[in-house]
């Protein structure tokens, strides 16, 4: 069974949606949403080079999961529940490789271009990786092919992407109860995409926020502070070549100039910021001190 790829048909609607963005921002003023337009120009350029690298690399994952599919355990074809199965298991799968792309370096130096820019708009939705399927980010959703037919999961996992797109905004605010206790939403994704300490590491729902919940990375949206956006050492470029490819420089260097083989594997998969002799400083380490610090100004 061929079935159509959900982003194709989506991006008419990505363009409608960033219009229509754009032209509230304008009409209700700043605080409604914020565009720079070379960073939204960095992050199209971002989504248009995504889509050229998973023609020229996508063959790696498909024919990995048409192998794995070779030894499927279970042949429930396209009933209804084994689609509601997949939506469920494939987004479990997701929250388990975001949450190794923040804790690992080396999935993050695919992953850390979609956070580097300093704003949130729909445009970031598009600022997306170059180097994802060279870096085997989809090993994570490997297992499904076992249990799943491959349309289906290859359909699945294209819509949970594009679900994602819609809350990269801060037009829109908490959403009823009920849907933010269930599902990811703008409020819960600007967590995920901000700096402040207590935000980082947090919030990696794909569609559902119920992992989180159950996992304690679970962090609700601040209303007593404004968020900043970007990562802990923000960019000074526009390039997107050097955005698509500066962690990966930086990871080389790092290995190169390790004094050890041990640090040499601790900076490929420890978490990003860690360092052979701490002079850095990780995700853990700043909340951390933002905490100790919150604690001493309440005594």
């Excluded at 229509?20 to 003023?29: D, F, K, L, S």
């Excluded at 355990?73 to 469920?88: K, T």
């Excluded at 699945?156 to 959403?175: C, D, K, P």
């Excluded at 923000?234 to 080389?252: I, K, M, Q, S």
Aim: aromatic share 16%; with cysteine.
């Amino acid at each position: 069974m061929q079935l159509p790829d959900p982003v194709q048909l989506a991006i008419p609607v990505f363009v409608v949606m960033i219009v229509a963005e754009i032209v509230w921002i304008r009409m209700r003023g700043p605080a409604a949403g914020r565009y720079e337009w070379r960073d939204a120009a960095t992050s199209i350029s971002m989504g248009f080079g995504s889509l050229v690298a998973g023609i020229l690399t996508g063959g790696i994952y498909v024919v990995s999961a048409l192998a794995i599919s070779e030894f499927r355990i279970a042949e429930w074809g396209f009933v209804w529940w084994a689609w509601a199965l997949c939506v469920l298991i494939d987004d479990f799968a997701y929250y388990l490789f975001h949450r190794s792309a923040h804790r690992v370096r080396w999935f993050w130096a695919s992953h850390v271009i979609h956070h580097s820019s300093r704003h949130y708009n729909l445009t970031t939705a598009l600022r997306q990786t170059w180097t994802g399927t060279l870096s085997f980010s989809f090993i994570f959703r490997l297992p499904l092919f076992l249990v799943f037919e491959p349309a289906m999961v290859f359909f699945v996992s294209a819509a949970n992407l594009v679900y994602q797109f819609w809350i990269h905004t801060e037009t829109i605010g908490r959403m009823p109860r009920w849907f933010e206790a269930v599902m990811n939403t703008p409020s819960h994704h600007r967590v995920h995409h901000a700096t402040n300490p207590q935000c980082l590491d947090r919030n990696y729902a794909g569609m559902f926020i119920i992992w989180d919940r159950l996992f304690g990375t679970f962090t609700p949206e601040p209303q007593d502070e404004r968020l900043s956006y970007g990562i802990v050492k923000n960019l000074d470029t526009f390039n997107p070549l050097r955005v698509a490819t500066h962690e990966w420089a930086g990871v080389a260097a790092d290995v190169w100039h390790a004094p050890d083989w041990r640090s040499r594997w601790y900076y490929l998969t420890a978490p990003p910021g860690w360092s052979h002799d701490g002079s850095r400083e990780t995700s853990d380490s700043i909340r951390a001190r933002w905490a100790a610090s919150r604690r001493a100004n309440a005594s």
